[in-house]
């Protein structure tokens, strides 16, 4: 374990010698493109932090990189991207439309159920043939599983943040809500809103450290990959996820 550890701090540690030249010359400074989306992504009044947030960050750290951050709604995010006005995504799914625009470079963040959330009982959600006929909220531009992103006989409504579509919910604009599990339950409390779990749930799958194809970042996507497995190693990539699953179940 030891000689394996050290042989990742060399791959960790020689492309930012590599890319630094002198202790003089500025690190590697990156933008990440973020939609605020408690716990995952937590980016307002100056504060950054949240599950994934976290990870990246420890990530750099070991890469010797200073990291900004703008935030947006998703769908912008990735407009962002296209622009090349941001370097690197936190969490996005693999779909083969996105593989155009971002390299998905490490699957980075744990694979969370996709729920659906209802007020009324009417609404609950027992097998995927209830979804028909309903108002369902979805955030703008994401992708929940390949069945649901390509049915075109479901009625969508979408919004730019997952509090919008929850209150969408509570006023009746909506019937039912999709969300990753995480940040459908913390928004929920959060706003302190009476909202039911159907039955019916949907696995989820690994979310991603995505690099934006036109971005120089890509260049360092084997050292994210090192950096990634090194905090695994210590330990930390494990305690970060149960740190925010604790708070979940609370």
Known sequence: MRV???ALLMVLVFPAWA????ETVEPLTITVGANHAPPYRILQGGERTGLYVEIFEEIAE???WEVHYREAPFRRVLRMVQQGEVDVMLGPL???ERSELIEF???????ERRLFFYLNKEHRIERYADLYGRAIGVLEGASYFPRFDDDEGLLKEPAPRYENLMLMLQKGRVDVVIAPELVGLYTVEKLGLGVEVSPFFVPGERSY????KNSPVIQYADDIRAALKLIEMEGIHENLV???MERAAE
């Open 209 to 212: 450290i995505a690099v934006a």
């Open 242 to 244: 149960l740190k925010y």
């Open 105 to 111: 470079v490490a699957p980075a963040f744990p694979p």
């Open 94 to 96: 693999e779909t083969e």
């Open 19 to 22: 890319q630094q030249g002198t």
């Open 4 to 6: 394996l550890t050290a």
């Open 62 to 64: 070991r890469l010797g």
